[in-house]
């Protein structure tokens, strides 16, 4: 739900948003939709707006990209609260994080490689790729054993376990209202083997970590929100409220990626375009 703008007395210091960008790339119009959308929200009720670098996945993220996208928000004018969180910095709170997980019984190791996942018979696909089918869930203690001395493994939530321990749950969306948490993707990782944590986890942990209350996001991430619940109520922490944007299209039609060279916004500054026409061109239904 949008805080209504009602005037100073209504200033809510317990609102809080955030843009929370990975630096893989340059930001595009699609970023800037959803930072100006969650700046608006904190702005306006009086709340905090934090910005909060995911760089947790050390092969594809680039300091470079990160000082060009703070470069690119603050020429939208946008101005966030305190400093910017990285994600890099706070890998010790994601494995505290997955030891409770696997404490509760609700988290196992798995040693699938994408190519045996891909190759499971029976895995429907999804836009994601195909939903795990479940191979390691049900190990034999030995084997796993044997397997955890001898490799480094991923480690992926029992859904059907940590539902049974949660009962059912539901989250709200501004756009589509109440939601029952259904996970399509089967069991997904929350700590991948290569970096020792995972989107899934690592985004639970630091949105309620930084009091967050309202999560602004574009459409892409409204499935992954039903499995971020799941975490959040394992792990005893508040849901936030969900605003997921639509995405915006390039003019070929699909979703803007950050491939999409001329709709970054360094290209568009380049261009000569300025910050009001930017955000004039994001969609937003008020002013
Ligand atoms: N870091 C994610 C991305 O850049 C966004 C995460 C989120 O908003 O939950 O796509």
Do not use: N
Not at 41 to 47: P, V
Not at 98 to 120: E, H, Q, S
Not at 170 to 189: I, K, L, M
């Amino acid at each position: 739900m949008t805080a209504p703008y009602l005037g100073v007395e209504t200033v809510d210091k317990l609102i809080a948003s955030r843009f929370a960008p990975s630096p893989t790339g340059q930001l595009h119009r699609g970023h800037a939709l959803s930072a100006v959308m969650a700046w608006r929200l904190a702005r306006r009720a009086g709340g905090r707006f934090l910005l909060r670098i995911e760089d947790i996945d050390t092969t594809r993220c680039r300091p470079e990209h990160e000082a060009a996208m703070l470069d690119d928000l603050a020429w939208l004018g946008l101005d966030w609260d305190g400093p910017v969180w990285r994600q890099s910095q706070r890998t010790a709170h994601y494995a505290q994080a997955l030891d409770r997980l696997v404490a509760r019984g609700v988290a196992y190791p798995c040693f699938c490689t994408r190519a045996d996942i891909a190759a499971a018979a029976s895995a429907p696909h999804g836009p994601d790729g195909p939903a795990y089918p479940g191979s390691c869930r049900h190990l034999d203690p030995a084997t796993r054993a044997a397997r955890l001395a001898a490799e480094r493994p991923a480690w992926r939530l029992d859904v059907a376990a940590a539902q049974a321990r949660t009962g059912p749950l539901r989250w709200h969306d501004a756009r589509a209202g109440w939601q029952q948490v259904t996970v399509a993707t089967g069991d997904f990782v929350i700590a991948r083997r290569d970096i020792g944590t995972a989107y899934m986890l690592a985004v639970v942990v630091d949105d309620a970590a930084q009091g967050i209350s309202d999560v602004v996001r574009g459409v892409d991430l409204f499935d992954a929100s039903h499995g971020q619940v799941l975490l959040q109520a394992l792990l005893g922490l508040p849901t936030p409220r969900y605003h997921h944007h639509p995405l915006l299209l390039g003019a070929d039609g699909r979703r803007l990626a950050k491939r999409d060279g001329g709709e970054t916004l360094h290209a568009l500054r380049a261009a000569g375009a300025t910050p009001c026409e930017i955000i004039a061109g994001l969609g937003l239904d008020e002013g």
